[in-house]
């Protein structure tokens, strides 16, 4: 197919795809802001510098190397036990831990924290006390080394929580995507079904290398 067959079936039945995206778009809209009113999932985030006594290049280092232990032991039952007994929170080790992501950054030696929660206040009191408990261990493992080989933990600002899901633009442009598509596969499903018939000259001129010599006119009947 040509490129003006390709623009010939869009005029003809682009209507088709425009009203499935508007019409999918319309209902993830819809969705999106039923769930936000019966179920949202908010995500605080915190943040933690790792800072050595010493700024040497091999201190340095070691801190690095050190980040993804640190993160092993956060990322932890017993870590998480202590902060649902510190919160009195209703759930198990388990549970908490499905909803709580904990990665490193060595190139800014920051350990992030990353809690899920249906209740957006309980997810920031979440990740703070989980770094508190972080920073605490810290801080008794540096009163049993030198002061130049201390390795500090601070927390880089209050933990802050926003609405994670549903990500309404995303679904309603997710859902606008999809209707064009199914609206695309319906639309040259349809040509293809109907490519032998001959509706109009153009229809001769594309489907016989023979010219159109003349065309009987409707009946006035």
């Not at 388990?94 to 920051?110: C, F, K, N, P």
């Not at 601070?154 to 209707?179: E, V, W």
Request: a negative charge; hydrophobic letters at 45%.
């Amino acid at each position: 197919m040509r490129i003006r067959d390709y623009i010939r079936i869009l005029r003809r039945r682009g209507w088709v795809m425009a009203l499935l995206a508007v019409l999918t778009a319309a209902a993830a809209f819809g969705f999106s802001q039923i769930q936000e009113r019966r179920a949202p999932v908010y995500r605080s985030t915190i943040s933690i510098l790792v800072q050595p006594a010493r700024t040497d290049f091999g201190q340095a280092q070691a801190a690095k190397t050190l980040l993804r232990s640190y993160v092993a032991w956060m990322d932890s039952n017993y870590r998480a036990q202590d902060v649902i007994d510190a919160l009195q929170l209703d759930m198990t080790p388990e549970q908490l831990r499905g909803d709580v992501t904990i990665a490193s950054d060595d190139s800014r030696l920051v350990i992030q924290i990353e809690v899920d929660h249906e209740i957006g206040d309980v997810a920031n009191d979440i990740a703070r006390t989980w770094a508190e408990l972080f920073i605490q261990w810290r801080n008794e493992e540096n009163l049993r080394v030198l002061n130049q080989d201390r390795i500090e933990a601070t927390i880089i600002d209050d933990p802050r929580y926003r609405l994670y899901q549903p990500n309404t633009k995303i679904n309603t442009a997710a859902g606008g995507i999809l209707g064009l598509l199914i609206g695309f596969g319906i639309v040259f499903g349809l040509e293809y079904m109907e490519a032998g018939i001959i509706r109009v000259p153009e229809d001769v001129n594309r489907v016989l290398p023979a010219p159109v010599l003349g065309v009987i006119p409707p009946s006035e009947a």
